[in-house]
């Protein structure tokens, strides 16, 4: 301890305490403040750059997005489209067809209709000419019968069952 | 000469201490390899602490 | 390039006045026997009172001395002696000594008598022409005086100090014109950002290391480069004078004292949390710790380091000549040589460590002043 303090010097404490104050102070001035300062810029324009890359990016991924996006859109769209025109189409076929079908049935009904009469007519002419035919047949039977009573009554008989029966 | 002897049992408890925390930290390394730094950092200033006492001692003896 | 032309200027016209003032010269004298500035050494006695010498501050630059028509010639510079004294201040130069270091040389400056013992100046009592020692060797009728002298140790301040300006002057002015520094500031730059990230930022934490950064930068390479300076054959010891690092000590203890906050004096003085009983033994532990063994611990260790390493690579190459008897002069050079080359690779690496632990044990101080503790 005695030799320690034997070897401090306080002529050399002063002088050194003075120049390390003075280093100190134009150190941290003209030193330590610009490289520090000039070193955070650094790290905080590094940061930023990388923030501004990853941003970017995250921008890329959502401008591609969204065009794949429209794309699709796009896609459904035409397909919408192109259905709504193949539905119209079909229906436009259906309406043609069941119109036509519907024509077609009319011309036969009206046809079927005309038939039928042309038909009715024809029967009742055939009625009308068998009835003649018939009377006239008949005439002539009764004529060439009617010479015997015998014959007249059961003729008369016959044609009263018939009409019963009719 | 008493001084002598002094210093010399001051450096043997010092160098005692010294191999512990010295080994002791190996120890810590060889099982942790990834804290090597934390452990060597801490390591120094232990050792630092030990031999400002040391020091102080051996000087307070001369 | 402003700065940076500023900062020769003021090196060149730092080292201009400091030389010629001093006017580089040799100087020459009779050898005295107990001399031992520089004089031969042979016996184990002279290296030893050698080494200690030389790991003391000097008032005078010698870079070499030599001995020709058996007188002794030292090379070097003298340095401006200044003394606060009695009758107040005195100048003269240290060459007035002749590089006698054991009381001999009488110098007279204002009616007052100055002898130079070990590296210290003494002014003579009055009445008194010679200086008398006890047996301890100490002056018995002669009294220290204050010595502001430019001492080999204050021309090493002032040369490393210019340096470190000059260099980080220069690192800062190259942000202005570019992102990346070229040249020797690039080396300088990671080192700056070593100790900001690796010494002040994890210690002191990252709301407060701001503040701090600039004087543990300025600690952290002032001793590193005045360690390796140490290690030149300028010999300077700067770090291994007791005056430079209780300074430095005191700086940091100052520093974590005055930026202590609530908590911390909390702490300290009226511990929270034990028994009433014992918070006042606690409070004198603490004191004592904060405020004696810390920057103690901080000064002896950075000056117990550093002159041990004077010391060590000093006495390995004196085994060149105490060793040469036994030995022959080629074993005891050879041996010499080796030991003292793998020493002084240890001594590099101490002087980073050396400066890394101040630096860090300050941060750690200034962390622990600082810290704010969540309240429990």
């Known amino acids: ?166 | 000469m008493y001084n002598l002897i002094g210093a010399g049992l001051i450096v043997i408890g010092a160098g005692i201490g010294l191999g512990q925390i010295g080994g002791k930290a190996m120890e810590g390394i060889a099982r942790q390899p990834e804290a090597t730094g934390k452990i060597q950092t801490a390591m120094i200033i232990i050792a630092a602490l030990l031999e400002g006492l040391a020091f102080g001692a051996l000087f307070l003896g001369k | 390039m402003k700065i940076a032309q500023k900062t020769i200027k003021f090196l060149l016209i730092a080292a201009i006045t400091l030389f010629t003032s001093a006017s580089f010269a040799s100087g020459s004298d009779k050898k005295h026997d107990n001399q031992n500035d520089g004089g031969r050494v042979n016996t184990k006695e002279e290296v030893e009172a050698y080494i200690l010498h030389h790991i003391k501050d000097s008032h005078d630059f010698s870079l070499f001395s030599y001995t020709s028509n058996g007188e002794r010639k030292h090379v070097g510079f003298p340095l401006p002696v200044i003394l606060w004294t009695s009758e107040g201040l005195v100048t003269f130069m240290s060459s007035e000594f002749h590089h006698n270091d054991d009381g001999h040389v009488i110098v007279e400056k204002n009616g007052l008598k100055f002898a130079k013992v070990h590296s210290k100046i003494y002014e003579l009592d009055n009445g008194a022409s010679s200086i008398n020692f006890d047996e301890t060797h100490h002056p018995t009728n002669a009294h220290k005086t204050l010595d502001f002298s430019i001492t080999k140790s204050v021309v090493g301040i002032l040369l490393i100090g210019l340096l470190l300006l000059f260099w980080f002057s220069r690192l800062a002015k190259q942000y202005k014109t570019k992102k990346i520094p070229t040249g020797f500031a690039r080396v300088l730059e990671p080192l700056v950002i070593y100790v900001r990230d690796e010494i002040a930022r994890p210690n002191i934490g990252d709301k407060h290391y701001r503040r701090f950064t600039g004087y543990l930068l300025t600690v952290f390479f002032f001793i590193w480069v005045l360690n390796l300076a140490g290690l030149t054959p300028l010999g300077f010891n700067v770090t291994g004078q007791l005056a430079v690092t209780g300074c430095l000590a005191i700086f940091t203890l100052i520093i974590y004292t005055v930026s202590g906050n609530k908590d911390y004096w909390m702490h300290m003085i009226w511990m929270p949390g034990v028994p009433v009983l014992i918070r006042p033994v606690l409070a004198i532990i603490e004191l004592a710790g904060a405020l004696l063994i810390k920057p103690f611990s901080l000064l002896v260790r950075l000056f117990a380091n550093i002159s041990a390493g004077h010391i060590v690579v000093m006495s390995l190459i004196a085994i060149m000549f105490t060793l040469k008897e036994s030995l022959g002069v080629v074993g005891a050079t050879g041996l010499s040589l080796v030991l003292s080359f793998f020493i002084t690779l240890i001594e590099v690496l101490v002087a980073f460590l050396q400066a890394y632990i101040f630096t860090m044990l300050s941060a750690l101080f200034i962390g622990m002043a600082v810290a704010e503790h969540e309240h429990h």
């Not at chain 1, 403040?33 to 890359?53: C, F, T, V, Y």
């Not at chain 1, 009308?128 to 009377?135: C, H, P, W």
Request: charged share 35%.
């Open chain 1, 1 to 166: 301890m005695e030799t320690l303090l034997n070897d401090f010097s306080p002529g050399l404490f002063v002088v050194s305490t003075i120049l390390l104050l003075a280093l100190i102070g134009l150190m941290v001035k003209f030193a330590w403040k610009p490289i520090l300062n000039s070193l955070e810029e650094r790290e905080s324009g590094i940061e930023d750059a990388l923030a501004a890359a990853e941003n970017a990016r995250k921008e890329m991924q959502n401008l591609t997005a969204d065009n794949e996006r429209l794309a699709k859109e796009a896609r459904a769209e035409r397909d919408a489209m192109m259905k709504e025109a193949r539905d119209i189409r079909d229906k436009m076929i259906a309406e043609a067809k069941d119109d036509a079908k519907e024509v077609t049935t009319k011309l036969i009904e009206t046809a079927q209709a005309s038939i039928q009469q042309e038909k009715q007519a024809a029967l009742a002419e055939i009625k009308k000419n068998v009835a003649e035919l018939s009377i006239g047949i008949a005439e002539s039977v009764i004529k060439k019968e009617l010479s015997n009573k015998k014959d007249q009554l059961e003729l008369v008989e016959g044609i009263l069952k018939d009409v019963t029966l009719n």
